[in-house]
């Protein structure tokens, strides 16, 4: 026994205890928001009563439709166009060859090592601006959050794909233009379907990383019912009063907030693993 726990067991302690440590935090939100008493003080790791009263709370209380409604919207939206500019940068970056392609190349990878919450004066200022003109790109306007997540939309997906359609034989394009095919049509008709594992890949993180981000939709989005389901349910725990007070409806949207993600994941999962890998492979 000693020796089986020498050689083996004590790697299967060491996994429980992780999977123990990894479950600790999922445990305790779900706990907390079925506790009757929906308040931080009182939330236990395994409450002695369960309700669901935290959700019927939180949309009775807040206007957590409209925030769900918001995210699904900009998440939705923003992933599906920025994956579509990222993967025409990406096509021209890998097919083609032009002057300043390479500057273009490492200027986007150096883009990003730049946070865009550096630049929210300049871009508060441009789309107070941009409002007079056009008002349904203001501020609290779910499109004028989907354009600005549209501006950092290259970078690192462009990246990503250019490294997979890297791998894609330019053979078949070059047989397509001798058939007569325009770029267009190897473009749509030949590039894409071959690479639809990482379009689903990148979608998936950049739906993901829409979702969750908070900086700039706390800034641009400050109206009740055009908040995004971030914003809002920091609203719920802002104050150190509120905090204790909500923390059970705050809790429950954080589950609820996790179905579209979950989702999206399960629908994309088949295209996960090698949307991963195959874009780090040449061959």
Same mark, same amino acid.
């Given at each position: 026994?000693?020796?089986?726990?020498?050689?083996?067991?004590?790697?299967?302690?060491?996994?429980?205890?992780?999977?123990?440590?990894?479950?600790?935090?999922?445990?305790?939100?779900?706990?907390?928001?079925?506790?009757?008493?929906?308040?931080?003080?009182?939330?236990?790791?395994?409450?002695?009563?369960?309700?669901?009263?935290?959700?019927?709370?939180?949309?009775?209380?807040?206007?957590?439709?409209?925030?769900?409604?918001?995210?699904?919207?900009?998440?939705?939206?923003?992933?599906?166009?920025?994956?579509?500019?990222?993967?025409?940068?990406?096509?021209?970056?890998?097919?083609?060859?032009?002057?300043?392609?390479?500057?273009?190349?490492?200027?986007?990878?150096?883009?990003?090592?730049?946070?865009?919450?550096?630049?929210?004066?300049?871009?508060?200022?441009?789309?107070?601006?941009?409002?007079?003109?056009?008002?349904?790109?203001?501020?609290? +306007?779910?499109?004028?959050?989907?354009? *600005? $997540?549209?501006?950092? @939309?290259? %970078? /690192?997906?462009?990246?990503?794909?250019? &490294?997979?359609?890297?791998?894609?034989?330019?053979?078949?394009?070059?047989?397509?233009?001798?058939?007569?095919?325009?770029?267009?049509?190897?473009?749509?008709?030949?590039?894409?379907?071959?690479?639809?594992?990482?379009?689903?890949?990148?979608?998936?993180?950049?739906?993901?990383?829409?979702?969750?981000?908070?900086?700039?939709?706390?800034?641009?989005?400050?109206?009740?019912? +055009?908040?995004?389901?971030?914003?809002? *349910? $920091?609203?719920?725990? @802002?104050? %150190? /009063?509120?905090?204790?007070?909500?923390? &059970?409806?705050?809790?429950?949207?954080?589950?609820?907030?996790?179905?579209?993600?979950?989702?999206?994941?399960?629908?994309?999962?088949?295209?996960?693993?090698?949307?991963?890998?195959?874009?780090?492979?040449?061959?």
């Amino acid at each position: 026994m000693t020796g089986w726990f020498a050689r083996i067991g004590w790697r299967h302690l060491v996994g429980v205890l992780a999977v123990l440590f990894s479950l600790f935090p999922i445990v305790f939100v779900v706990a907390a928001a079925l506790n009757p008493l929906g308040t931080l003080s009182s939330t236990d790791a395994v409450p002695t009563a369960f309700t669901i009263d935290n959700f019927a709370n939180l949309f009775a209380r807040t206007a957590f439709g409209h925030w769900y409604a918001n995210s699904i919207l900009i998440a939705g939206v923003a992933s599906v166009v920025a994956v579509f500019l990222s993967m025409l940068a990406a096509f021209a970056f890998s097919r083609m060859r032009f002057a300043g392609r390479r500057v273009g190349l490492l200027s986007l990878l150096l883009i990003q090592m730049f946070p865009q919450f550096l630049a929210v004066v300049a871009i508060y200022l441009m789309f107070a601006r941009i409002g007079d003109y056009w008002p349904g790109l203001s501020f609290s +306007s779910p499109w004028g959050l989907i354009l *600005l $997540y549209l501006g950092g @939309a290259l %970078g /690192v997906n462009t990246w990503m794909m250019k &490294g997979f359609l890297d791998t894609v034989p330019r053979e078949l394009d070059e047989s397509a233009s001798v058939d007569g095919a325009s770029h267009v049509q190897v473009f749509f008709q030949i590039v894409l379907p071959l690479v639809r594992p990482i379009l689903a890949i990148t979608a998936l993180l950049v739906f993901i990383g829409t979702v969750n981000e908070f900086l700039l939709a706390n800034v641009f989005l400050y109206e009740p019912n +055009s908040k995004t389901l971030a914003v809002g *349910l $920091y609203g719920l725990i @802002a104050e %150190g /009063v509120s905090r204790d007070q909500n923390f &059970g409806m705050f809790c429950a949207g954080s589950l609820l907030t996790a179905v579209p993600t979950v989702v999206v994941f399960r629908f994309l999962q088949r295209f996960i693993v090698s949307g991963l890998t195959a874009g780090a492979v040449k061959g």
